[in-house]
């Protein structure tokens, strides 16, 4: 994707919350695809530079365990099907997880390409390769249905978690109702992902591929707590999974007033996945952005994309302890964002019920606290999107299930405090909040949910 202009046009200079900074034609080239697929050639020679190693490092290093080595010795052998079987065998989300997974700190770090030569095999895009060729040319199903055993599950939420979790029992003949609260499946993929990741419609395909297995059956627009309650679903299922995600957001620890312009990173990231028309989208002339995680990076990146003139990103300390990988630390700054490392909100300027500004004083670390240091500063900015993180909301699953680190306790396997009842993917504690970790999660609970129900 062309990095955006640094030369604002007179749409882009105009102060407040404002849509149409850009014309559409341009929005919709800079929400392109980021990182555009590998042809059949350069996937080619991308895979013969794999050592198709034993007791290869970067299988260990990949969380869901994809035999990397084999679906990479099958597309150099043209077998993008017999490739594409490999990586869903092991992670059934495994088209987005390529797309999405920080493979520069797990799989390619691991590589010993990396270790040789400083540039690993480049398996994410292989990855992707081998999985948009079987969505492009299904065919025959890869995975069929056991036989029926007359066992129901409950999965609730449709995110990378939970469909994980379904898709595992639903090949073990079980049927499996998911509950979702939102008016569409995927979760994270759908809602909480950069644009430009994921574009034409990815999510929803790949949703659609893992339902063609059968015996999942998915309700959108079901609340837990509202339309259903755990303690119903423990009565009249077999087993429970929870994929609940973070459904709260943490607040900046300072006065947030009721103020047009300032609101959370995540409403605002949902809010442009699904919009029709981004150019009918506001967004402001001076952005900034509170936080120094995925959520952070994608949602300066759009607002630079939707036509801010200027786009910061504040965060209390130094790069490297940026949740976001200096992978995508550089490539929030190619696309025009300014990095504000080691600074911390203060207060919030507005006047009118509009956002003016943001206060900012600099930070330091004093005996290995956090402290702040310097004189107060203040950026302009008609938008300020927080980016701080999310926070497991325990009420709706009741006060019975027991908690760990304010998210709920597991075992290795996903078994909560609540018999018959597993957990997985961001509302388990424990986790790195990474989409290919919680596709382990729900395969790990599958499994141990079976052999329950086959015990039983």
């Known amino acids: 994707m062309p990095s955006p202009s640094l030369a604002p046009t007179d749409e882009q200079r105009r102060p407040g919350l404002q849509a149409g900074r850009l014309p559409a034609a341009e929005i919709e080239r800079?929400?392109?695809?980021?990182?555009?697929?590998?042809?059949?050639?350069?996937?080619?020679?991308?895979?013969?530079?794999?050592?198709?190693?034993?007791?290869?490092?970067?299988?260990?290093?990949?969380?869901?365990?994809?035999?990397?080595?084999?679906?990479?010795?099958?597309?150099?052998?043209?077998?993008?099907?017999?490739?594409?079987?490999?990586?869903?065998?092991?992670?059934?989300?495994?088209?987005?997880?390529?797309?999405?997974?920080?493979?520069?700190?797990?799989?390619?770090?691991?590589?010993?390409?990396?270790?040789?030569?400083?540039k690993p095999v480049r398996i994410g895009e292989l990855q992707r390769h081998a999985t948009d060729a079987l969505f492009a040319d299904p065919g025959v199903p890869l995975f069929t249905r056991a036989p029926a055993t007359g066992r129901r599950v409950a999965v609730v939420g449709a995110g990378p978690a939970g469909l994980a979790c379904a898709h595992g029992l639903a090949r073990e003949g079980h049927a499996v109702v998911v509950f979702e609260a939102r008016a569409k499946g995927g979760g994270l993929n759908e809602y909480g992902l950069a644009r430009y990741k994921t574009p034409d419609g990815f999510a929803q395909r790949e949703l659609q591929w893992l339902l063609s297995i059968g015996g999942m059956e998915l309700r959108c627009g079901q609340v837990l707590g509202r339309d259903f309650t755990l303690d119903g679903l423990r009565r009249d299922f077999d087993a429970v999974f929870l994929g609940l995600g973070l459904a709260g957001v943490n607040a900046l620890g300072i006065p947030e007033p009721e103020a047009?312009?300032?609101?959370?990173?995540?409403?605002?990231?949902?809010?442009?996945?699904q919009a029709s028309d981004l150019a009918a989208l506001p967004?402001?002339?001076?952005?900034?952005?509170?936080?120094?995680?995925?959520?952070?990076?994608?949602?300066?990146?759009?607002?630079?994309?939707?036509?801010?003139?200027?786009?910061?990103?504040?965060?209390r300390r130094g790069p490297d302890a940026m949740p976001a990988s200096r992978e995508e630390q550089r490539w929030a700054q190619t696309q025009?964002?300014?990095?504000?490392?080691?600074?911390?909100?203060?207060?919030?300027?507005?006047?009118?019920g509009r956002v003016q500004g943001l206060q900012l004083v600099g930070t330091t670390v004093v005996d290995g606290r956090l402290v702040e240091a310097g004189d107060a500063f203040e950026l302009p900015a008609d938008m300020?999107?927080?980016?701080?993180?999310?926070?497991?909301?325990?009420?709706?699953?009741?006060?019975?299930?027991?908690?760990?680190?304010?998210?709920?306790?597991?075992d290795d396997e996903g078994r909560t405090s609540l018999q018959g009842v597993w957990a997985g993917g961001d509302c388990r504690a424990g986790g790195r909040d990474l989409t290919v970790e919680a596709v382990e999660h729900g395969k790990r609970a599958a499994r141990s949910i079976h052999l329950q129900l086959c015990r039983a």
């Open 283 to 315: 967004v402001g002339r001076d952005v900034v952005v509170i936080g120094g995680g995925m959520t952070a990076i994608d949602a300066a990146v759009q607002s630079r994309l939707l036509g801010a003139s200027q786009v910061t990103i504040a965060y």
């Open 260 to 273: 047009e312009g300032l609101r959370s990173a995540v409403d605002f990231i949902a809010e442009l996945r």
């Open 336 to 352: 025009g964002v300014t990095i504000r490392h080691w600074v911390t909100p203060k207060a919030v300027r507005a006047s009118e």
């Open 30 to 118: 800079r929400f392109a695809d980021a990182h555009p697929a590998l042809n059949a050639v350069q996937a080619q020679l991308e895979a013969d530079r794999c050592l198709f190693c034993w007791a290869a490092p970067c299988v260990a290093a990949c969380p869901t365990g994809i035999d990397i080595p084999s679906f990479i010795a099958r597309i150099a052998q043209g077998n993008l099907r017999g490739a594409a079987r490999t990586i869903l065998q092991a992670n059934p989300l495994g088209g987005m997880c390529a797309r999405v997974c920080p493979t520069e700190v797990l799989c390619e770090q691991a590589c010993v390409r990396q270790a040789q030569e400083g």
């Open 384 to 410: 300020i999107l927080r980016a701080i993180g999310q926070a497991y909301v325990p009420g709706p699953a009741g006060a019975d299930i027991a908690l760990a680190a304010g998210r709920i306790r597991t």
